[in-house]
């Protein structure tokens, strides 16, 4: 038998074998079953996942690292240069989280955060007036990019994830995310023009228009260029 109860979400998964109940996952998570038992793990920046079970304790480890995108380091240059706050969040253990975060010169980074814990950290900056962009990619982001201002879901992620995410990179680049904000900024400008275009002409032509100071076909020939200007 396998389950994977709620509070255990993101952590791992338990199961019964013959009688004796095993856990796969987080260390936290599998030392708790069996507290008896020494679950000690190297500090460094490998990911852990520990099996155990609740009568003879850890059984077996496994340790994975991961390895940086060539465009995240420029990337998160390019957010520094703009003044944008930028701050990692992780579920992984702090000796990965902190190795990643001196490689990419970040300052601000949170290590063995749950779905939760992600979602209560971005709800916090919310509250105290922040925008904030989530850009993810495991079902254990699903949550936070669903609850951010705006969400970027890589390619590569998973299905939950992408779903959950307001945009989706099918490039799976991030250096993407630069050239986002850039479009998004020159969207931003041409439509203010174009209102304070519409404002002006509306403001000036309109009581002219009422007073009778302009002839209908002038009226109509102004209309015409005003929507081939904006």
């Not at 507290?35 to 852990?48: A, F, G, R």
């Not at 970040?106 to 063995?112: Q, R």
Request: aromatic share 4%; net charge negative.
């Amino acid at each position: 038998a396998i389950n994977n109860a709620g509070q255990s979400i993101g952590l791992g998964v338990e199961g019964e074998v013959d009688g004796e109940r095993f856990r796969l996952g987080a260390p936290s998570y599998v030392s708790a079953l069996c507290p008896n038992h020494s679950c000690e793990l190297p500090q460094d920046k490998l990911q852990w996942v520990l099996l155990a079970s609740e009568q003879r304790g850890p059984l077996m480890r496994f340790a994975f690292a991961d390895s940086l995108r060539q465009e995240a380091l420029p990337l998160i240059q390019y957010l520094k240069q703009h003044d944008i706050r930028i701050q990692l969040l992780s579920g992984d253990q702090s000796g990965a989280v902190t190795a990643v975060a001196s490689d990419l010169g970040l300052s601000e980074f949170f290590a063995g955060r749950s779905p939760a814990d992600k979602l209560s950290h971005i709800k916090a900056l919310q509250a105290s007036g922040e925008h904030v962009l989530m850009v993810g990619d495991g079902i254990n982001d699903a949550p936070v990019l669903a609850g951010a201002d705006v969400s970027v879901a890589m390619a590569s992620a998973t299905e939950l994830a992408q779903t959950r995410g307001d945009s989706l990179l099918l490039n799976d680049n991030l250096s993407s995310i630069a050239m986002i904000r850039d479009l998004a900024l020159k969207t931003r400008k041409v439509i203010r023009q174009n209102i304070t275009w519409a404002l002006l002409y509306n403001g000036l032509a309109l009581p002219l228009a009422a007073m009778a100071l302009v002839p209908p076909w002038a009226a109509a020939l102004g209309m015409s260029a005003s929507s081939l200007v904006v």
